[in-house]
């Protein structure tokens, strides 16, 4: 893990940025596609894989477990091939997994395919509790047997069939999980721990975000039978252990986070900034927000720009902000999103309703001279706009390059919103932790650097 560190110049508020950003892969695609290779006959090929750290931490944990994986990056097509065959271990590394909370999801097909699984608690962002209880309870409806010692989880299926599930009957087998709250990862997991079974698994409640749909319908051209993907209700249809062939390579969908940030980025810093190969049907409640806000964008099926002039950030209005499931307004926009708030007229109330623990780097936007208030542990209000300085008076240090500011990457999305407080901001700052950034943001230095901003990796 590196501890590397940014030094940005920033913009004065200038709207200078221009250029071209060509969407990567979905990382959220990605890590699920790979997970589910395991459930393949053979070796699986991916296309459009994001060179992000996620990517090479899940690969690592494969290679772990026996497969063989090549990833060619530097591809236009950015090809992986996965070979599941050679699995020896159905134990994902402690170490690896505590660095990435997709971990988990690899318990799903790991579990269909070979019967158990030892995992431990998943690692990643530190933005609120994130707990693995549905999971377990999910395990459990499907009749596997679940021991843990010191946060380290063993699921196995009970080969005697005493643990039924439920609603079983004769060679029939069905299963119902209702899930208490919506979870992505939840819903991926059991969606691919059903995949191989020898029955009928429904879930409710179901996450509805365009990451699950990419993966399943991939997984339905090559033998899954699964129903109802992006809907609240998945349904699932075993293949008796039936493995899945690799009929055709999966080729993950443009990755609407990354989308989304560089657009709120563009929004605050760009005269002129175009987004290729994205979905823009993707991101409609965010650019909603945006366009209520004042702000220029224009769409075609694959493309979003923003041209605009260069004056100041106030005459955009201010708007409030709830997160919510897809199709809601994502709470991986929600850091960015602030720090575009406090650049904007008028005053702005965010509520967090999916994590707890997200609002870590408000301190850094206040040392920055953001007007914000802590209303309560999932609530903030903003006041703006608001001039972003560095200063030594502040607690940031002087270097030979003159006056910096330091700031952290608190969590991933959080990293990309302080960069971009950075840039709105006057003088030098320095960003740390840059290692969360990696984790989702591919090169962020180099994609920055070609639309004009002065940032170096230290």
Not at 257 to 281: F, K, M, N, Q, W
Not at 293 to 315: C, H, L, R
Not at 400 to 408: E, F, H, K, S
Request: aromatic share 6%; charged share 20%; glycine share 10%.
């Amino acid at each position: 893990m590196n501890r590397d560190t940014f030094i940005i110049e920033g913009l004065a508020g200038k709207k200078s940025l221009k250029g071209t950003i060509k969407v990567n892969g979905a990382k959220n695609a990605a890590l699920k596609a790979m997970a589910a290779a395991v459930l393949f006959d053979g070796p699986v090929e991916l296309r459009n894989i994001p060179d992000t750290e996620d990517v090479h931490t899940m690969r690592a944990i494969l290679e772990k477990m026996g497969s063989s994986v090549d990833f060619n990056s530097n591809d236009s097509t950015r090809t992986m091939t996965i070979d599941p065959t050679g699995i020896v271990s159905t134990t994902i590394d402690a170490r690896l997994a505590g660095a990435m909370r997709s971990s988990v999801v690899l318990s799903g097909p790991t579990l269909a395919r070979f019967g158990s699984v030892t995992f431990p608690a998943p690692g990643g962002c530190v933005i609120g509790a994130r707990p693995i209880d549905q999971f377990i309870k999910g395990y459990e409806k499907m009749g596997a047997v679940v021991t843990e010692d010191d946060h380290i989880y063993t699921i196995e299926i009970d080969q005697r069939g005493e643990r039924s599930m439920e609603n079983g009957g004769g060679n029939r087998k069905e299963v119902m999980i209702n899930f208490e709250r919506k979870t992505v990862g939840g819903t991926e997991t059991m969606m691919m721990a059903s995949v191989l079974g020898d029955g009928i698994v429904t879930l409710k409640n179901c996450a509805q975000e365009p990451e699950i749909v990419d993966v399943a319908q991939w997984l339905n051209a090559c033998g899954a039978e699964i129903c109802g993907a992006g809907t609240e209700k998945i349904v699932i249809q075993g293949t008796k252990g039936r493995l899945l062939s690799p009929k055709i390579p999966y080729i993950a969908m443009p990755d609407r986070v990354e989308a989304g940030s560089y657009l709120i980025l563009g929004a605050l810093c760009a005269s002129d900034l175009t987004l290729t190969d994205c979905r823009p049907d993707h991101l409609k409640t965010l650019i909603d927000h945006l366009r209520s806000s004042g702000v220029p964008i224009s769409v075609s099926d694959t493309t979003i720009s923003i041209t605009q002039n260069t004056e100041s950030n106030a005459v955009f209005k201010s708007f409030d902000v709830i997160t919510k499931e897809y199709p809601g307004f994502a709470t991986d926009f929600q850091p960015q999103i602030v720090t575009y708030l406090t650049q904007v007229s008028g005053r702005s109330k965010v509520t967090e309703n999916i994590f707890e623990g997200r609002f870590k780097y408000v301190a850094d936007l206040q040392k920055l001279g953001a007007n914000m208030e802590m209303v309560d542990p999932q609530t903030i209000t903003i006041e703006g706009p608001s001039i972003f300085r560095a200063s030594s008076s502040q607690s940031g240090n002087v270097t030979p390059n003159g006056t910096t500011m330091d700031l952290c990457a608190h969590d991933l999305r959080a990293g990309f919103a302080v960069v971009m407080a950075a840039l709105v901001g006057e003088g030098k700052f320095l960003v740390n932790n840059v290692y969360l950034i990696d984790r989702g943001y591919e090169k962020l230095e180099e994609r920055l650097t070609s639309l004009g901003v002065n940032i170096k990796r230290l």
